[in-house]
Every structure is written in C-alpha cells, then in structure tokens.
C-alpha cells in the first residue's frame, strides 16, 4: 500500500511516498480502507516535532480518516466488513490502509459524503463537546465565539445555533465577519478595534454571556471573562493568538463562574463511547442539511505537501482534505 511517511523532522517539504507493508490488525482492531483524510494545522506541527504527541520516525500524518472496513473481528458495536466508518486516529492516517481500535470507529450513515466525514472530528467534535458536555449550554443562553471565521470558530458558531443558543461571533475584520455570519452568527463584534467588554454587555442587555467558547487567548480572554454572565462558563479551547492569558481568579468569585478546560483530544481517549455519541449526532446534522461543512479543496495522496503548504501559510477558508485513489 501507498502512505505519506514523515522521515525527518523538516516540515511538510520532506514527506515522500512510499510503498508498505499493509497494517496487520492486533486484538480488538479493524483495517479500515482509507478514502479520505482531514488534514489539521497540526500536521505541519507534528512533522516539526512541535506538536504535543511526538511519534516514532517513520510516521504518517494525518488524524482524521473516514472509509471503509476491510476486516474486523465479531465486537458489541456491530462494526462490520464493508461499513463506511469515521475516526479519529491522532496520526497514521495518511495511508490507503490502516489499523484502528474498533471502539474509535463511527459509522458514517447515508447521505454523508467521505471528504466531508474525514473532516469533522476534530472541528465539530471539539465544538460539540466542548458546549454540550464542558460549557453545559442551554437552549436561550448567550455563547461568545472567539475566532468566528477559523475552522473550529465556525464548527462552535453552527453548533452553538443548532442548540439554540444567541451567537456572538468574534472577529478581527469584516471580512471575517461576513464568513461569522454565513456560519450563522447573530451578531459581530470587530476585535482588537472595540471596548469588548462593553460591546457583549450592550448586546445581551447589560446581563453578559452565558458561555464564552474561546479559540484564541490573548488580550480577548481577560475582557471576555469580565464580560461573562452570572454562573458563566469560559471555556479554554486554544490560543491562536500565541499568548496564554492570566486570569485574575478574584472574577470568578464575583460571577459565581467557572472557566472549564476543553481537551478535546483527552477527552476522546477517556470517554470513547460519549465521542461516538456526539460524532452520531453530528453526522446526523449533516446527513440532515442542517450542517454543511466546507471543504477549501482535496488532493490526492501524491500532492499531501502541496495540501499542507495550504495549512501552512494559512490559506484554507475551509477543510484540507487528501484523497485516495
């Protein structure tokens, strides 16, 4: 089989192809044959060696994959040969075959096409647990989102909506605002450029928000905070700005609020049977039209560093995706 393989810590630029042996499933594993793979930031990083997770050389990027089950042994999920499935797999994906613990793979129901399901575990899985299981969002309430046009600021912002809840969307241009709106937002608000605390207060009638789902860090985080409703909840999803704020705890006293770590990632290995079920509920909002995610473009496996070059210079308006032939 044919798979991208990571040799060096340069970068995207030093990925090859080459041929492998095909994966050999161990106990309680399927081989899935790959069609799709979503591709992340954080597959340039990884091929630095400057992500979290730092696997063996060779390696191949690429953690999200949806396709087919090739063979998979009897299991209480009713994983079966043939099955369309999605997952999350941290890296190895960027292959035509690869092993996967059967209790990650969620199957992919009809309608749902296999470059839009390789693409949704890790912007619209992060989102929905992040609101549904770490920010406990109702439906009424108000949700701030910072970096509304990015990948995983859209994912929360239709997410949000889908809950029933008001949308703020945050954003640093109008440009990026009219991308806020089209995911879905009720209202903008143009940062740095604004009095943020004043603008969330103004908008919700002096009461604040009830969630703030933040992407970004930075100078937002502390004035978000202030910002927040009573019994608040600010959730820490990730610092795009590059700067890790440091909240004065004293303002969560005053708001009876609470600021909740979002991980994602940990949260996946902890709990798969709770991912499986919020991914079923988000396929099913695709399967429904009432998500549309946006693809920025595919690529076959051969030009995997012309799709990370996209990522890299941070180009994509929506999801990278690789295909197989």
């Known amino acids: 089989m044919k798979a991208a393989l990571c040799k060096s810590l340069d970068g995207p630029k030093g990925l090859v192809i080459e041929t492998r042996p095909e994966p050999i499933a161990r106990a309680g594993e399927a081989i899935v044959r790959v069609a799709a793979v979503g591709l992340n930031f ?7 060696g400057k992500y979290q997770f730092k696997p063996d050389l060779p390696f191949s990027p690429g953690a999200e994959i949806a396709g087919v089950v090739e063979s998979v042994a009897a299991n209480e999920l009713g994983i079966h040969v043939e099955q369309p499935v999605m997952a999350y797999v941290n890296w190895g994906g960027a292959a035509e075959k690869v092993a996967v613990d ?3 793979l969620v199957p992919i129901p009809d309608g749902v096409a296999m470059p839009v399901a390789a693409g949704l575990s890790v912007t619209y899985g992060t989102a929905f647990h992040g609101l549904a299981d770490r920010g406990k969002l109702k439906a009424g309430e108000t949700v701030v989102v910072t970096g509304a046009a990015g990948g995983a600021g859209q994912a929360a912002v239709e997410i949000s909506k889908l809950m029933g809840g ?22 903008v608000i143009l940062f740095p450029g604004s009095d943020l605390k004043s603008e969330v207060r103004n908008l919700t009638g002096g009461s604040g928000a009830d969630v703030v789902y933040d992407c970004v860090g930075g100078d937002a985080s502390e004035l978000l905070v202030r910002a927040l409703a009573w019994q608040g909840r600010f959730l820490v999803v990730g610092f795009a700005a590059g700067e890790i704020p440091k909240i004065p705890l004293n303002l969560l006293l005053l708001k009876g609020a609470e600021i909740v770590g979002v991980f994602w990632g940990e949260a996946v290995k902890r709990d798969p049977a709770g991912h499986r079920a919020n991914m079923q509920r988000v396929l099913d909002w695709v399967r429904d039209g009432l998500i549309v995610p946006r693809v920025h473009a595919t690529y076959p496996l051969e030009d995997i560093v012309e799709a990370l070059g996209v990522l890299d210079r941070r180009e994509a308006t929506g999801k990278i995706v690789v295909t197989m032939r």
């Open 166 to 187: 008001r949308v703020i969307a945050v954003v640093s241009s109008e440009e990026k605002a009219a991308i806020a709106r089209a995911a879905g937002a009720h209202e």
């Open 102 to 104: 059967v209790g990650k």
């Open 42 to 48: 954080a597959d340039t990083l990884i091929t630095r």
